[in-house]
């Protein structure tokens, strides 16, 4: 391997460079920009209904899974306890 000096990554000038002294060209519309941010406010919102919903009608399902189950083992139970089955 060869000995080589390692140079620093800053520039030795004190001069700033072209990002930090000057802003954007070209600024957006403030109009524009607060229109874009309601749109995504709202699309959350309502992507965040739709995930309630979602919720909501599976635990209406899982509850009705559930009344047909017990309703199964009453059924379940009472064919048991007849006693003409013994």
């Known amino acids: 391997m060869q000995n080589q000096a390692v ?3 800053f520039s030795d000038t004190t001069e700033p460079t072209s990002t930090q002294a000057e802003p954007p060209a070209v600024q957006e519309d403030p109009i524009a ?5 309601l749109h995504r406010i709202s699309y959350a919102l309502e992507k965040g209904k739709q995930t309630q ?3 909501t009608m599976d635990a209406q399902e899982l509850a009705a ?9 009453r059924d379940a139970l009472t064919q048991t306890d007849r006693p003409e089955d013994k």
């Not at 920009?33 to 941010?37: E, K, T, V």
């Not at 899974?65 to 083992?73: E, F, G, M, P, Y």
């Open 65 to 73: 899974n559930v009344d047909a189950l017990i309703s199964r083992v």
């Open 7 to 9: 140079g620093h990554s």
């Open 53 to 55: 919903q979602r919720q």
């Open 33 to 37: 920009r607060l229109d874009r941010a």
